[in-house]
């Protein structure tokens, strides 16, 4: 290849990339004022709500005494007992963002609607991780006031409310409670649903709890999947720790077996208030 020819090559390689910056020039032109608009956009802020959650929680422990049953599942005086226990224990620590109470409403809405994160963000205007990190929060303390608050029952004597009813004493002397289980509804992702699915088609957890004569809880036992039968947890937690003392026993249902520590009804006599009532 002699000079000549070199030269013209150069010449068409330089003309070639220059209007290739023209194109691109052109291209960023056309897409610069379609672009613009969202460079210039605001992000829309999304806890707007003139009701936040300190304030929420304030006007329904200030509001009617039934809108804390129906918000949180409770008096507002138990709320704001509980709330003033977890304070004084330091189990909870106020913070500039969200007080102790707003942590307890937050929690207990959670638990009374089977809310969602998002239905909580909504309802509390705060972030995602705040609510995520406050319920946690919460969780944590529950062992700790198991601990406190779930009793084994006095064994050393027998109730007031047996021996002081001719129709139970001496019969339940030895009986120290009752024990039931109950289904509480749950949303779980639908690859482990299927073993949540009791017998009436709803997810739940089956739950089982003993109580004393004073309407105190004494055992609870939960996590089980709404597929398993009440006897099938009690059976569990048998072998679990929950213990009978020898010669007591418990009252239960027609759900659990008779044996000589829990005392089941006879088969096939009414029991239920709604049974007596189809009767009149």
């Known amino acids: 290849m002699d000079v000549y020819e070199m030269a013209s090559w150069e010449e068409l390689a330089r003309n070639f990339l220059l209007e290739e910056e023209e194109e691109d020039e052109e291209l960023f032109f056309v897409l610069l004022p379609a672009v613009m608009p969202f460079l210039d956009e605001e992000e829309t802020p999304e806890h707007i709500s003139s009701l936040p959650g300190a304030k929420k929680v304030k006007e329904i422990l200030e509001g009617h005494e039934n809108w804390c049953k129906e918000e949180f599942r409770m008096e507002a005086e138990i709320f704001r007992t509980i709330a003033n226990f977890l304070r004084v224990e ?24 089977n809310a969602s994160t998002e239905r909580l963000k909504k309802e509390f205007q705060h972030s995602g991780e705040t609510v995520h990190r406050k319920i946690y929060d919460v969780f944590n303390i529950i062992p700790t006031l198991t601990q406190k608050f779930i009793r084994l029952p006095n ?26 289980g109950t289904h509480v509804p749950i949303t779980i992702g639908q690859d482990k649903a299927s073993p949540y699915r009791n017998r009436k088609g709803t997810l739940s957890q089956n739950v089982m709890f003993a109580c004393d004569f004073d309407l105190k809880f004494t055992f609870i036992s939960s996590g089980w999947e709404g597929s398993a039968s009440d006897a099938g947890v009690l059976r569990s937690a048998l072998g679990k720790g929950f213990t009978v003392p020898a010669g007591k026993f418990y009252l239960v249902d027609g759900g659990y077996a008779n044996t000589p520590s829990f005392l089941a009804p006879y088969r096939g006599v009414k029991y239920h208030l709604s049974e007596f ?4």
């Open 277 to 280: 009532r189809r009767r009149g």
């Open 90 to 113: 330091n189990l909870l620590r106020d913070t500039c963002g969200i007080k102790i109470e707003e942590q307890l409403g937050l929690f207990m809405f959670m638990l009374s609607h």
């Open 155 to 180: 064994l050393s004597h027998t109730h007031m409310k047996i021996t002081c009813d001719p129709r139970f004493m001496p019969f339940f002397q030895n009986c120290i409670g009752a024990i039931d």
